[in-house]
């Protein structure tokens, strides 16, 4: 009996040690799995429209993996992105995530630029979309979405007009169609036909000057980078649409931005045609659901291509390869996560209102109408080329040719001296 109480205490004591290890061993185990490393990631963009939902979208993230911190930096709208892009790596302010917009961006931060092709994101990524992020092999950016531009317009402005749209598609068609407009102002109740925002060199220099240009490359953005110099071949039509913005465009036009295009004037119903593009749906809904779902694109017209949009990939989301392996692995981790979980597909069609660039979404969901629009022209082919992304460096879109036409407009430059010395300064940073 003796014998029999010692071993039955031992078991006691055995069992008793084994559950402590197991527990240790238990207790141990998720102090591993919750002790992941603490990684800080700082994403440097410059799409002011979708800032607050993008910001949205970060918390998600960080609510789902809490390991990781995201500190998101907005600049655009009135502030041009690219030099300040610059400033920050010259600050030794590196960002982890940031924006290139084409080939010669590629080749100006190739330094930091990683290899993104091993990630889910660029196995999804349509076809086209990578063309001009791609070194060999390599995959040097993640394209934010695809995107169109053109005249957006107020649907009951136009009806109450008495004009259709679709019969708009000459520059004369555009023209009578203004001055219709413009005769019924005190009967719209607005200001001007337009608001250009004449402060913002992006406006005119990238995309004003982009539809025109286009056909001169075939609508190639590489045929663009690699030309040595630009001609100019549909110059006059290209001042003939800035002059009509200019001439009915509520006053003065140098000293209006891009918020007050949008949201004091186009948003508040005091003008009936912006020069923008879908990106700015959201301002808009933000400001008036109502008129949100009363607007469409109109496409500027252009010799030859009638009835064509551009569209084209905007930006692209870089990774800083100079960085911390984890804050690498953590930036590609996150891009993946936004554009191929259902959580963040969700928000890119929903909330980013988004035309996707990947694969594996559903295209009915598409938010908004002018989304639905520029999907419509693009799967019918109705496209101009997005070439500005080959302009010249430093950056010859804004600096140089939107420039120019700032000084046109305030009447201290010809259009002869802005075509003039548009081709001079391409060529000289293409020697």
Known sequence: MKGKRIFSKLAV???ALSLFLVACSSSDDTKDSESGEKVTIDIFQG????????????????????????????????????????SEFSSGDEPNIFNVTGPQDVIDYEEYLTDLADTDAAEAALEGTLTTVEDGDKVL???????GYGLIYNKAMFEEAGLNPEEILTFEDLEA?????????????????????????????????????????????????EADTVTFEQGDEMKQ?????????????????????????????????IQQGNWVYPSIEEMDEELAENIGLLPIPVEGQEGSLP????????????????????????????????????????????????????TDKIADPLSRDIYEYASEGKTIGWVFAGYPSNPWGEAVIGANMQEYLSGEMTWEEVEADAIEKWEEKRK
């Open 13 to 15: 004591v055995f069992i």
């Open 47 to 86: 799409k002011v429209e979708f800032k607050d939902q993008f910001e949205d979208l970060v918390k998600m993230y960080e609510d789902e993996h809490p390991n990781i911190t995201i500190n998101v930096k907005t600049v655009g709208g009135g502030t041009e992105y690219a030099p300040v892009l610059k």
């Open 141 to 147: 950016g993640l394209p934010f979405n695809q995107e």
């Open 177 to 225: 169609a203004v001055k219709i407009l413009d005769d019924k102002k005190e009967e719209l109740d607005i200001e001007g036909v337009f608001a250009l925002p004449g402060k913002e060199a992006w406006v005119l220099g990238d995309h004003l000057a982009n539809t025109f240009l286009a056909p001169e490359f075939d609508h190639d953005v590489i045929a663009a980078f």
């Open 241 to 273: 649409f800035l002059d009509l913005q200019n001439e009915y465009s509520v006053q003065p036009v140098l000293s209006l931005d891009y918020s007050q295009q949008v949201e004091e004037y186009f948003s508040l119903e005091r003008v009936a045609m």
């Open 311 to 362: 569209v084209g990939v905007p930006n692209y989301w870089a990774v800083n390869g100079k960085a911390d392996d984890a804050e690498v692995e953590a930036s590609k981790d996150f891009l993946d996560w936004m554009y191929t979980s259902d959580i963040g597909k969700e928000s890119v069609l929903n909330d980013f209102k988004f035309i996707p660039a990947y694969e594996g979404y559903d």
